[in-house]
């Protein structure tokens, strides 16, 4: 039923169950098990009860009573309850063993025990940590605090203590100590009420005596007055403090130079000399402090500089202003001329001049040849923001300094480490952004521009093939009044751009925006260029690099390293340079390969597709190659199936044309040469070559004699008093300016004549036709021999059948 039952067990292992009432059930000592069935049950334990199993405890509903135990003893065992299952040890050895539905350490209260009244006291202490000495910062840890009453570690209330007593305002988790706290000890009070309203307070042990630091000066001195010969400087001390304690009487104070450090002058004014202009001097005062130290403090720097006038010499001059509004004239000769921080009217004269016009509203006038302006370094002096310049308005509307420049006849610019913003004219510009984010915009004319570090926006703009750097770092100026040098410092990257996208991640991996370019120049690292749809000069410099044309009649270099160059579109121009490099055409017709600046004799073979030697020692691959730019030594060049243009340059060379109509050029020969194809030999010029399948031959600018063979050929005298001859078949003579001698020989053979027919005057002879051409810069009057044909854009039957 459900009557309340009180049930104690005996010395025995028991086994008591209640019933549906709110019952009282003691398991005694022994291994018992309690179960208290339906109601409100209480399980009574008792010291020595040795182990207790509650079979069917109900949270919220049963009780467990501790209550004769101590109630430190019943809360480290609620403490310490066992993970998983709920086992309380007790202090004399008793266990209780909690089952039930839902039971767990995490799901028992303190509401289901019963325990002792009072409080048990907080245990631990806060732990400081820190030097003991002036200045330093001590810091508490509460992590040894605990209360088995509990208690919220949030509601802790600090107060730090000097020597037992608190210090106003120190009630953080640090203090700073400082002088007050020198030879004392310091030490921290915890203080919190716990969960059973009782107030507990814990203190730190105590510190060290606190350590004395010898503290620095602080606050100020100033130099009163303006400098100028014979002038009279004071310095005012009334802001110096010391920490330590001075006395204000006993302060020395020391006049000096700053390049030398000497000693000026002992005492507190100093009159200026007319031998220091330009010097720099600070004042120095010196006292003992109250804890027995030296102390020295230092005024700002002060300049000795009042106006100046410098005029330079015919010869290359380095002219150093001063920090006041100062004239510099370099005169003639290619001069260098420093201005300092005040506003200065610098005049390059005649010669290519630099200017660096540090801060202030200077005034820079170069002249008719190329003068520079520099932004990047001043000796003494640096920027501190970036420029803002438009060289066509003529003027710089922030140099740097904050201040206005106004320039005339200046072609370069060199910017700053920051952020620029440099416009060009119409001229020829080298503009230089430095490090920084720059936007520069060459507008007309031919433009050099550098980018530098940074993401910069760079703009060719029109009038010609702008061409962007992308090899140059910072230009720095160094300094030093007697010389100056510039130092290209590079990146540690290669490039990656692209004309066509208008893009460029530059060596430093910033990205740059860039338009209006045609020629590019890349890094000594691994650069990745492409070009669009214009003629693009593409310079791939050291590195390993892949360089694209695209379309366009295009120039590819690649500079050392092994190199990947694809003209793409357009007839093009591919140097590969140093190392094995891969020199693919594309998709034109007329492309070159060029060994000209090799340092050793070439040899390529267009039908294998190789160049065996590149001159340099190493081997290339050559891909839709038409023609071949040899070298100046002694080359070894073989065509393949198409129509190939070999020309050999200096050096004794074998030129083979293999199949296709072949052709060789010697316009850029120092002098008239001799040809004959029939024994395939040319002398004179550039050397002594030798000729094989070879059906096509461009002369020199001077006298050649040139001579066909059994072949159909075409023979072209380019410039000079040439003759011609063309042997058997069928051949194609032009004798090109000067007064030429074209012989046919036999065969049906043309003329080639450049210009408009009614400007010649043809006389006809069996014996030999002459034909002039009337204008004075025309082609001179050449001797036609056995010609039956001229072609003026039409054939024209010399002879009739009578030829």
């Known amino acids: 039923g459900s009557i309340n039952q009180e049930l104690s067990g005996d010395d025995t292992d028991n086994m008591i169950i209640g019933g549906a009432g709110d019952d009282t059930l003691t398991g005694g000592s022994g291994r018992d098990t309690l179960e208290g069935g339906a109601g409100s049950d209480r399980f009574d334990v008792n010291p020595g009860d040795e182990h207790i199993t509650i079979a069917d405890f109900q949270l919220g509903i049963d009780l467990i009573d501790l209550v004769d135990f101590t109630r430190k003893a019943a809360l480290e065992a609620f403490a310490a309850a066992t993970p998983g299952s709920v086992i309380l040890n007790l202090e004399d050895g008793t266990v209780v063993h909690i089952e039930g539905e839902g039971v767990s350490p995490q799901t028992l209260g303190m509401s289901d025990l019963l325990i002792a009244d009072g409080n048990v006291p907080a245990t631990g202490r806060p732990v400081i940590s820190g030097n003991a000495a002036e200045d330093a910062l001590l810091t508490v840890d509460l992590s040894q605090i605990a209360d088995l009453d509990g208690f919220?570690?949030?509601?802790?209330?600090?107060?730090?203590?000097?020597?037992?007593?608190?210090?106003?305002?120190?009630?953080?988790?640090?203090?700073?100590?400082?002088?007050?706290?020198?030879?004392?000890?310091?030490?921290?009070?915890?203080?919190?009420?716990?969960?059973?309203?009782?107030?507990?307070?814990?203190?730190?042990?105590?510190?060290?005596?606190?350590?004395?630091?010898?503290?620095?000066?602080?606050?100020?001195?100033?130099?009163?007055?303006?400098?100028?010969?014979?002038?009279?400087?004071?310095?005012?001390?009334?802001?110096?403090?010391?920490?330590?304690?001075?006395?204000?009487?006993?302060?020395?104070?020391?006049?000096?130079?700053?390049?030398?450090?000497?000693?000026?002058?002992?005492?507190?004014?100093?009159?200026?000399?007319?031998?220091?202009?330009?010097?720099?001097?600070?004042?120095?005062?010196?006292?003992?402090?109250?804890g027995g130290q030296t102390e020295t403090i230092q005024s700002a720097l002060l300049p000795l500089n009042w106006n100046i006038e410098i005029i330079g010499t015919e010869f290359d001059d380095t002219l150093v202003g001063a920090d006041s509004d100062d004239i510099l004239s370099g005169l003639a000769g290619d001069d260098i001329i420093l201005a300092g921080a005040g506003n200065d009217d610098l005049r390059g004269g005649d010669g290519a001049d630099i200017f660096l016009p540090g801060a202030g509203n200077d005034t820079v006038s170069g002249d008719d040849d190329f003068d520079s302006v520099s932004y990047d370094y001043v000796p003494g002096i640096t920027p501190f923001t970036g420029i803002v310049l438009d060289l066509a308005a003529g003027f710089a509307s922030n140099d740097g300094f904050g201040t206005i420049d106004t320039l005339l006849g200046i072609e370069d610019v060199s910017g700053t480490r920051f952020d620029d913003n440099i416009l060009g004219d119409d001229n020829l510009n080298g503009l230089f952004g430095g490090d920084g984010d720059d936007t520069i915009d060459g507008r007309e004319g031919f433009d050099e521009v550098w980018g530098g570090a940074g993401s910069d926006v760079l703009e060719g703009g029109a009038g010609g093939d702008d061409l962007i750097f992308l090899n140059a770092g910072h230009l720095w100026l160094a300094p030093g009044a007697e010389e100056l040098f510039s130092e290209f410092v590079f990146g540690t990257h290669g490039v990656t751009v692209s004309l066509l996208n208008g893009i460029s991640i530059d060596e430093y991996g910033d990205t740059d925006v860039i338009s209006g370019f045609e020629d590019v120049v890349g890094t000594d690292f691994a650069d990745q260029i492409t070009g669009d749809d214009a003629n693009n000069q593409l310079y791939g410099f050291g590195g390993e690099d892949q360089v694209f044309g695209l379309g366009g009649d295009d120039s590819l270099y690649g500079g050392g390293g092994a190199d990947l160059l694809d003209g793409g579109e357009g007839d093009d121009r591919l140097e590969g340079g140093g190392g094995v490099d891969r020199l693919d055409g594309g998709s034109g017709s007329y492309d070159f390969v060029d060994y000209s600046r090799s340092d050793a004799a070439v040899h390529v073979d267009l039908a294998a597709g190789l160049t065996l030697s590149d001159g340099f020692g190493a081997s290339d691959t050559l891909i839709n190659i038409e023609n071949v730019f040899g070298s100046d030594f002694d080359d070894t060049i073989v065509g393949n199936d198409q129509d190939n243009r070999l020309i050999?340059?200096?050096?004794?060379?074998?030129?083979?044309?293999?199949?296709?109509?072949?052709?060789?050029?010697?316009?850029?020969?120092?002098?008239?040469?001799?040809?004959?194809?029939?024994?395939?030999?040319?002398?004179?010029?550039?050397?002594?070559?030798?000729?094989?399948n070879i059906e096509w031959i461009i002369g020199t600018l001077y006298d050649d004699t040139i001579l066909g063979d059994d072949e159909i050929s075409d023979l072209n005298g380019y410039e000079g008093n040439d003759l011609i001859r063309g042997f058997g078949a069928q051949d194609w003579l032009r004798g090109g300016k000067g007064d030429d001698t074209l012989d046919g020989g036999s065969g049906n053979d043309t003329a080639l004549i450049g210009g408009d027919m009614a400007s010649f005057t043809l006389t006809l002879s069996p014996d030999g036709t002459s034909l002039t051409d009337r204008h004075a810069d025309g082609e001179g009057t050449d001797t036609l021999i056995s010609i039956e044909f001229l072609d003026f854009d039409q054939n024209i039957d010399l002879f009739g059948d009578n030829p």
């Not at 630091?213 to 400098?227: A, E, K, M, R």
């Not at 104070?253 to 200026?272: I, K, M, Y």
């Not at 060789?664 to 020969?669: E, Q, R, T």
Request: proline share 2%; aromatic share 8%.
């Open 152 to 290: 919220n570690a949030e509601t802790i209330a600090l107060q730090w203590q000097r020597d037992g007593q608190d210090i106003v305002m120190a009630t953080g988790t640090t203090y700073q100590l400082t002088q007050a706290d020198v030879g004392s000890a310091i030490t921290v009070l915890a203080r919190f009420q716990d969960t059973g309203n009782t107030q507990e307070e814990l203190e730190s042990l105590p510190t060290q005596a606190v350590m004395n630091v010898n503290d620095l000066p602080s606050g100020s001195i100033f130099i009163l007055g303006q400098p100028g010969t014979d002038a009279i400087l004071t310095v005012d001390v009334s802001a110096l403090n010391d920490e330590d304690g001075f006395d204000p009487s006993s302060i020395v104070v020391e006049w000096r130079r700053v390049d030398t450090d000497a000693l000026l002058h002992t005492g507190d004014n100093f009159v200026v000399a007319s031998a220091i202009r330009g010097a720099e001097i600070y004042a120095q005062a010196r006292y003992l402090d109250d």
């Open 648 to 692: 050999g340059l200096m050096g004794d060379d074998t030129l083979d044309g293999g199949e296709g109509y072949d052709s060789v050029y010697y316009g850029n020969a120092e002098s008239g040469i001799v040809v004959n194809l029939a024994t395939g030999e040319v002398s004179g010029g550039e050397g002594f070559d030798r000729l094989d």
